[in-house]
């Protein structure tokens, strides 16, 4: 069975950085897109960003692109998200998430629900 677990998040002032990280165990890491959600208390869970599994093709939604950075390293199963310029607007419980699969279309690794395993999630709150 694969397990994500997650790290990083916490506080932030707008306009400051962090970075989650994500470890997948279980299964062949190189055997999974990887994404990132994130939900704000009550509203939906929304894409942020995704990676193909060798890292050549990421995707992001239009209110992180260019703020935002996916990355993976396939030697330590790891998926990253450094998130700079944050703004209050992204303050949700931010998840990862895994897709089986190497050929995954750009619609597909959009959709939180074509998702086989999702990590424990963490808070990520920005300050004004």
């Known amino acids: 069975q694969v397990q994500l677990v997650q790290s990083g998040g916490g506080l932030a002032q707008a306009g400051e950085s962090l970075k989650l990280s994500c470890v997948f165990s279980?299964?062949?890491?190189?055997?999974?897109?990887m994404g990132w959600f994130r939900q704000a208390p009550g509203k939906e869970r929304e894409f942020v960003s995704s990676?193909?599994?060798?890292?050549?093709?990421?995707y992001y939604a239009d209110s992180v692109k260019g703020r935002f950075t996916i990355s993976r390293d396939n030697t330590k199963n790891t998926v990253y998200l450094q998130m700079n310029s944050l703004q209050p607007d992204d303050s949700a419980v931010y998840y990862c998430?895994?897709?089986?699969?190497?050929?995954?279309?750009?619609?597909?690794?959009?959709?939180?629900?074509?998702?086989?395993?999702w990590g424990q999630g963490t808070q990520v709150t920005v300050s004004s």
């Open positions: 990676i193909s599994w060798n890292g050549d093709h990421t």
């Open positions: 998430a895994a897709l089986l699969g190497s050929a995954n279309t750009i619609a597909t690794m959009r959709v939180k629900a074509e998702y086989d395993f």
């Open positions: 279980g299964r062949t890491f190189v055997s999974y897109a």
